[in-house]
Structure formats: structure tokens, C-alpha cells
């Protein structure tokens, strides 16, 4: 913990051509070991098949399958005193439901098969806007396990 006070929070920059903070928590995601101008072409060959596609805004296209997937509870695993451990289900900001909504979209378009990321990463957001794909099972699976140990809820 910080001695001198708070941290200010920083906000999030927007990406150059949608001027869109989602767009750029996106990219951020997908890059890797730095490199942000593929990520940043990734996503715009996405964008452009969705827009070919769909015939829709891509954009509201990728905030509506971010908002499908994020989840509003979750599990986390908590140790007892006896030395067992238990799912225990919790709550999820906004906030953190964003960010493993986008994660989860990710994961789930890097296992698709196909060409190409862009061609996987249009596909999954499509899928996902409408309602399926792998990162919706993912978010069901979740709700199910937080469901099913729900009697454990007062360990949190």
C-alpha cells in the first residue's frame, strides 16, 4: 500500500480511427510482445468483415457481444480451515465483467478454426452478438457453477 494516498485512476485511451475506448481495451488484449500495430490491423480486418457481413454498425455489434458475454457472477476457489477447498460464488463489478468478457471472446475466437485471427475474431463477435459461440458457453458454464454451489455463498 502507497504511503502518499490514492492512486488516480487513469482512464482508458481511445483507438485512432473509431476514437472508441472499447476498440482499445480490445487491441490491448490482443497484442502481444508489443506489437500494437498488428493488433491494431487484426481488429480492423475484423471490423471490416463484421461491417460485410452483418450490414450493421460494427461497432454496436462488438458492444453488443461484449454485453452478452460478461458475466455478473462468478466463483472463487477459498480454502476452509479443515483444508478443503470450495467454489464460493461472487459478485463481478462491471468493470472486471468487461475485461473477461473480452478475454473470454478471445480465448474463444483464438480456438475457432479458420484463417486467419481477424477472420476468427469476426466470426466469434457475430456469434456472440446473436446469442452464441464459444465465449457464451463459457459465461453459462460460470453462471452454472455459481449456481450449483450457491449454498456456499455465505463463505465469502
Not at 497484442?31 to 487484426?42: D, R
Not at 460485410?52 to 457472477?73: D, F, G
Request: with cysteine; proline share 3%; aromatic share 4%.
Amino acid at each position: 500500500m502507497s504511503r502518499r494516498g490514492t492512486a488516480e485512476k487513469r482512464t482508458t485511451k481511445s483507438d485512432p480511427i473509431f476514437r472508441n475506448r472499447l476498440a482499445n481495451m480490445v487491441v490491448n488484449r490482443i497484442m502481444k510482445n508489443g506489437k500494437k500495430s498488428l493488433a491494431y490491423q487484426i481488429l480492423y480486418r475484423a471490423v471490416k468483415k463484421i461491417q460485410q457481413k452483418t450490414e450493421t454498425n460494427p461497432l454496436l455489434v462488438l458492444r453488443q457481444a461484449i454485453c452478452r458475454v460478461t458475466p455478473n457472477i462468478g466463483v472463487k476457489t477459498r480454502r476452509n480451515k479443515k483444508g478443503s477447498t470450495r467454489k464460493v460464488p461472487i459478485e463481478i463489478g462491471s468493470k472486471q465483467g468487461r475485461e473477461l468478457a473480452i478475454r473470454w471472446l478471445l480465448e474463444a475466437s483464438q480456438k475457432r478454426p479458420g484463417r486467419n485471427m481477424a477472420f476468427k475474431l469476426s466470426s466469434e463477435l457475430v456469434d456472440a452478438a446473436k446469442g452464441g459461440g464459444g465465449a457464451i458457453r463459457k459465461k453459462e458454464a460460470t453462471h452454472r457453477m455459481a449456481e450449483a454451489n450457491r449454498a456456499l455463498a455465505h463463505f465469502r
